[in-house]
């Protein structure tokens, strides 16, 4: 993946956003860091993280192999995708 952390960062901060908006219009999304934990906040679950995983391939032209994910709960964080995504795309 030729993107830097900054802007995967960005462009999937942005997603969530527009996710929890639709959702849960009258609630202020959690505060999110690099190593927040999603899942635990309430901000990804099982279904957004495919949807999730559906954005980041077609925002940064990538292809995803599932199979390949080693550590599923490195998924769970922002740090932790890009890490995952970039050994996966590598």
Not at 22 to 49: C, K, N, R
Not at 51 to 66: N, P, R, T
Request: charge should be negative; aromatic fraction near 12%; hydrophobic fraction near 50%.
């Amino acid at each position: 993946m030729d993107a830097s952390f900054s802007e995967f960062d960005l462009r999937v901060r942005e997603f969530l956003a527009t996710c929890w908006s639709e959702a849960q219009p009258t609630t202020e999304m959690p505060e999110i860091h690099g190593e927040t934990d999603l899942f635990e906040i309430g901000v990804l679950d099982s279904l957004l993280v495919v949807e999730l995983l559906a954005f980041v391939e077609d925002v940064f032209d990538v292809v995803i192999d599932v199979t390949r994910i080693d550590d599923p709960t490195s998924f769970f964080t922002l740090e932790g995708m890009y890490r995952g995504l970039v050994a996966l795309t590598a």
